[in-house]
């Protein structure tokens, strides 16, 4: 910073200064003459004391408990009782420019850079919740400087919430080769609160209770009958865009319902494709964001070649409030939906969702794959790749009446859009389902093939090192 810079800061502490002595004086006459004041500034006295050393020796962008409990802990968890009046000071331990925030209580030091500065907030705790403290220097906070204030019975670090990550076998059968006819479709939008991570929930919003919602499986020229109802235990209205159907809003417009309403409406699938489906109702971003999307395949007349295994997977984005990690429940963020900040990016739902051997895809060596891979976003285009496999055959933009690209190592997928990749499997081991654009792995956007088998050494072979990740 240039001393020109400097000026205007310093006068502005200055005039802070004065304006925080003209507030106490006016406080301390309040007291002396006011019996009910009096009571007022009683309470005021600290009943919980907390110090915060930014730094310390530990070299990192981390607060560092001092004395008590908390004494040497890097960003303590620290803990109060409704009613408590807490003291949080923060001590300068690096030389670096930091404040301590708590955004609930409008609680905020003032910004000090230098070695064994101090600065103090007090302010009165009254409602049971887990809070954030943070140092709002722009970027400390997403290099650590945080932690969590916790007010009355602690819930547990961590939380537990619906099993909503589709299993990616969750794949309807063929068609194959029949004549056009209706097709009945019942969907329930339930808003349920999930399981994000491990010990981390969120509130999803679902079409039937997972995501993404069930795939469903018609072919060119049947017409589909869609009955949408929203459950009563609802917050929001829902709807339904069909990106198959021909008409106004995909069908939006005959759904939007209210809380414990059902809507019905059909459309006729004019060409064949694997199509996204998705809420509609506003805001369409919060709603896909919050896990309101699935996929339809309409079958090209005589069905598509037989393989050994299909699987269904869908990545999305998801914006929360407390940074990416964060235990306990979590809370959607439309600013950072608004920023296309998201803090994790999904398959099927959940960080690392498909790694689980349960909800992993199992497979075996001389088995022919099929994966229906789409993108709900609400924003973000995936690279989609599977580390270790040649797609032999991409589907691109899903199109199925196109001939297919062939030998394809990474497909683009728009949100909205959608591929169908076929490939297959010639040695057996841990295949990884990821979108290239890799930062993306670390904030939960991976998912595993499982191959079972024979090694095959003439096609890959050699000694496996430290550190292969396999
Ligand atoms: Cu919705
Ligand atoms: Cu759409």
Redesign the pocket.
């Known amino acids: 910073m240039t001393r020109k810079a400097l000026f205007p800061l310093a006068l502005a502490l200055v005039l802070a200064a004065a304006m925080f002595v003209t507030l106490t004086t006016g406080f301390a006459l309040a007291k002396t003459s006011d019996p009910a004041a009096n009571a007022g500034a009683e309470a005021a006295a600290a009943t919980l004391e907390y110090t915060l050393l930014t730094g310390g020796d530990t070299g990192q962008l981390v607060f560092v408990g001092v004395g008590g409990d908390i004494d040497g802990v890097i960003n303590p968890t620290l803990t109060a009782n409704p009613g408590d009046v807490v003291k949080i000071t923060m001590i300068n331990g690096d030389g670096m420019l930091h404040d301590v925030v708590i955004d609930e209580f409008d609680a905020r030091t003032e910004q000090i850079a230098d070695v064994d500065a101090q600065d103090s907030i007090t302010f009165t705790v009254d409602e049971v919740g887990e809070y954030v403290y943070y140092c709002s220097v722009p970027g400390h906070r997403q290099a650590g400087m945080w932690g969590k204030l916790i007010v009355g019975t602690p819930t547990g670090d961590s939380a537990t919430g619906a099993d909503i990550v589709r299993n990616p076998a969750d794949v309807p059968a063929p068609v194959g080769d029949r004549e056009p006819q209706t097709v009945r479709v019942d969907l329930v939008a339930e808003e349920v609160i999930g399981q994000l991570a491990d010990g981390t929930t969120m509130t999803y919003f679902t079409f039937n209770g997972q995501v993404p919602g069930p795939m469903l499986r018609v072919r060119v020229g049947d017409t589909v009958e869609i009955h949408l109802s929203n459950e009563t235990s609802s917050q929001f209205p829902h709807s339904i865009?069909f990106?198959a159907a021909t008409g106004p809003g995909?069908g939006a417009v005959y759904s939007n319902i209210n809380p414990g309403e059902t809507a019905v409406f059909s459309f006729k699938t004019l060409a064949p494709g694997l199509f996204?489906y998705?809420c509609?109702t506003p805001s369409v971003a919060h709603h896909i964001a919050s896990g309101m999307y699935g996929m339809i395949l309409v079958e090209p007349e005589g069905g598509l070649d037989p393989v050994d295994r299909e699987f269904y997977v869908m990545q999305g984005e998801i914006y929360t409030e407390e940074p990416y990690g964060t235990q306990g429940f979590v809370h959607f963020d439309h600013d950072k939906m608004l920023a296309e900040a998201p803090e994790y990016f999904v398959f099927n739902g959940a960080a690392a969702g498909l790694t689980a051997d349960d909800t992993a895809l199992h497979a075996a060596v001389g088995e022919t794959v099929r994966i229906f891979f789409g993108v709900g976003g609400p924003n973000f285009t995936s690279s989609f790749h599977v580390i270790g496999e040649i797609m032999d055959r991409v589907y691109d933009q899903a199109s199925l009446t196109s001939a297919p690209l062939t030998d394809v190592q990474t497909t683009l997928v728009p949100p909205?859009g959608a591929t169908m990749v076929e490939f297959s499997l010639d040695v057996p081991g841990r295949f990884i389902l990821v979108d290239h654009a890799l930062s993306r792995l670390e904030r939960g956007l991976v998912g595993y093939l499982m191959v079972d088998g024979d090694p095959d050494p003439a096609i890959f072979g050699g000694e496996l090192t430290e550190g292969s990740g396999h």
Request: charged share 15%; aromatic share 0%; no cysteine.
């Open positions: 865009d990106h995909g996204v998705h509609a909205g």
